[in-house]
């Protein structure tokens, strides 16, 4: 075949994605690879249409492929660093946002991901003067903008963040999602009534995409809900959601209660009492880390930043380490145990480590680390393991009215959250079953709310550190909070979200199944 024949296959590819056909398309770019095995460009167009149908594991190799090929490609290089930030993946992220920071002709794409690295590098000072040099030339990047506002709201600089996106909304109408940012640096007041009249307008707005339409609609239910109209919250928390399911299920990514009752079966069949009977001497005697679990919206920011005002106790955060891992050790093969253990306590400690290396615990705050019980326990016997439990109705509710950057197939259909909490609950008590007592304690969001110290200085003790005052001021805590919950873990503790749910009693739905019997 000849150069103008690859030429039309990769414009019939091309053609293929602008049309989202992005299986037929990803298919076209195959064709085009075998053709020219040494370019780069058609794996990371193979890429792109994976990220689309939600193949990111595929994708994140095909653009390390691609980069084997061509070390030089930034649009590779940058749609990797993107991957891996979205996927909670930041560590990894940072050489690739470097280097494509250090080698982009564009000052403000440069400073985009400079800053990005310096956010996952925990530097927030460096990146907000990175950011704020290029915006002083010119303040019409949108991307930079929202960047800049996040670097404010996790700093708990809120008043700020809100003056920045005011002003680049203004600037920038065509910017939607300038929209959610800004409703969510703080409660919303009657005063800003015009803003929302702005967000409904651009709802009215043709062509826009499913995450401009699902933005919009989720600041437009924020707004209602922190001005008490909530019908028509709940209104347009409905339409947000029926985008985002629709667009999991196009990906072929929609939740099934089957496939993920199976997947808990596997899970509790695999982590048994006889499996955690089984001797080991390489098993990790470290107490180091203290994990934080439970579902979203369930207190686990909140009891995060209650435990890291201890002066023993660092901040982890939700770090993606036992999401990625927990599955390279499997029960089915017990000679492989061994190793195991040992690569995984090396790995884990190790990136504890880059994190701190004074404090006595660090906390990890992955809610979904109940999933990966077995593992953690497996690896490390001494851990203390730290259950976020919240009324039910209260929670799912509060899932329901918070937008997430999250793979959570779960949480868009109210029949969807029912079921995936009764399967929660049925793990959860599998682990209180198969493991040693003194290895979880359950935290009450309403005991902890209603009467926090003695709830706090249960958990200090269950950590085996001392008592210190500083735990009971959590609102005083200065370290970045990169969670929905970042207003409201600045405040103090109040117990207003309590019964939350007899907001929207008219609009429950399938939730009532999760009402107090």
Not at 252 to 269: H, L, N, P, S, V
Not at 284 to 293: G, I, K, Q
Request: proline share 7%; with cysteine.
């Amino acid at each position: 075949m000849n150069p103008p024949d690859i030429n039309q296959l990769n414009a019939s590819a091309h053609s293929l994605f602008v049309q989202r056909k992005f299986a037929e398309a990803r298919r076209a770019f195959q064709a085009v690879q075998k053709l020219a095995p040494g370019q780069a460009a058609p794996l990371f167009n193979e890429a792109l249409c994976l990220q689309q149908l939600g193949n990111d594991a595929e994708a994140i190799t095909a653009l390390r492929r691609a980069l084997e090929l061509d070390p030089e490609s930034l649009p590779a290089r940058r749609a990797l660093a993107q991957m891996l930030l979205n996927l909670g993946r930041g560590r990894e992220a940072v050489p690739h946002l470097r280097l494509a920071a250090a080698a982009d002709p564009d000052p403000a794409i440069g400073a985009l991901l400079l800053g990005q690295a310096q956010i996952e590098e925990g530097d927030f000072a460096a990146a907000e003067t990175a950011i704020r040099s290029v915006l002083n030339k010119s303040s019409a990047n949108g991307n930079l903008v929202e960047l800049l506002a996040g670097v404010l709201k996790q700093t708990g600089r809120f008043e700020e963040a809100l003056d920045v996106l005011s002003g680049a909304m203004d600037a920038m109408p065509q910017r939607k999602s300038l929209a959610l940012a800004y409703v969510s640096c703080r409660r919303m007041t009657e005063a800003e009534r015009p803003r929302l009249a702005l967000i409904l307008d651009s709802l009215q707005e043709p062509g826009l995409s499913p995450d401009e339409r699902g933005a919009l609609h989720f600041a437009a239910g924020k707004f209602y809900d922190d001005v008490g109209e909530f019908e028509e919250a709940m209104e347009h928390f409905d339409a947000a959601h029926r985008i985002a399911d629709a667009e999991l299920r196009r990906k072929g990514q929609g939740y099934g209660e089957a496939q993920m009752a199976a997947r808990f079966k596997e899970i509790t069949d695999a982590f048994s009492k006889d499996w955690f009977s089984m001797r080991s001497t390489a098993r990790s005697d470290s107490a180091r880390p203290l994990f934080v679990l439970g579902l979203v919206r369930s207190g686990t920011t909140l009891v995060e930043q209650i435990l890291t005002r201890h002066p023993q106790i660092a901040p982890g955060g939700e770090l993606p380490f036992w999401p990625r891992n927990w599955q390279r050790l499997n029960p089915g093969r017990p000679a492989d145990a061994d190793a195991v253990f040992r690569t995984l306590s090396d790995e884990y400690l190790s990136l504890l480590d880059s994190l701190d290396q004074g404090a006595a615990r660090v906390t990890d705050k992955m809610p979904g680390n109940y999933i990966s019980i077995g593992s953690i326990h497996s690896v490390f016997p001494r851990t203390k393991i730290i259950y976020c439990k919240r009324s039910p109705i209260d929670n799912a509710v509060s899932i329901y009215t918070t937008p997430f950057r999250s793979s959570d197939n779960w949480i868009h259909r109210r029949e969807d959250i029912v079921s995936f909490y009764g399967l929660l609950e049925r793990l959860m008590a599998h682990w209180k079953v198969v493991l040693p007592g003194g290895v979880i304690h359950e935290v009450s969001y309403e005991e902890l709310v209603e009467n926090p110290e003695p709830a706090i200085r249960a958990m200090i003790e269950f950590t085996e550190l001392p008592w210190d005052d500083s735990c009971l001021a959590p609102e005083q805590n200065a370290r970045p909070v990169r969670t929905p919950s970042q207003w409201q873990v600045r405040q103090p503790i109040y117990r207003s979200s309590v019964e939350r749910w007899r907001n929207y009693e008219p609009w429950l739905g399938a939730l009532v199944e999760l009402l107090p019997k």
